[in-house]
């Protein structure tokens, strides 16, 4: 069965299967934006045919990196992780050979570690 992957804004890495391509509205609604997304096109993986879609309204968003391409580029919000047929345009399913090249080499964007302690004061706890 093919496969679709989400990468969520927390980094969650999430597999789908689905019998039939996503629509064009699909891919809308499982990526949470009302508009068509942008594909990432450069080195993602080394299969050139998988490519990532993200949000193409980053920078009024303020979305935070979720993934790196290759090349140590962000990409910022939900991403999600289809094919390619001949054109770049035509995408499709994964199948399970790329799936696994996806699990292999999906770089996650590091997130900032948290202190364990706030150690932040306020000016009225300065005597």
Partial sequence: MPYYILVTLD?????YTTPEMLTSEEIQEVMG???MPAIVKELSFSDTSIVMLCDADVVSKELQPTCLTQNGDMVCGQVLILATNESPDDLCLLNVRQAKIVKEELKLYPKPVQPE????ASLWDID
């Avoid at 980094?11 to 597999?15: D, F, L, M, R």
Wanted: aromatic share 8%; charged share 25%; no cysteine.
């Fill in 11 to 15: 980094q969650e890495v999430e597999v």
């Fill in 33 to 35: 934006i009302e508009t």
């Fill in 117 to 120: 302690h706030n150690f932040s």
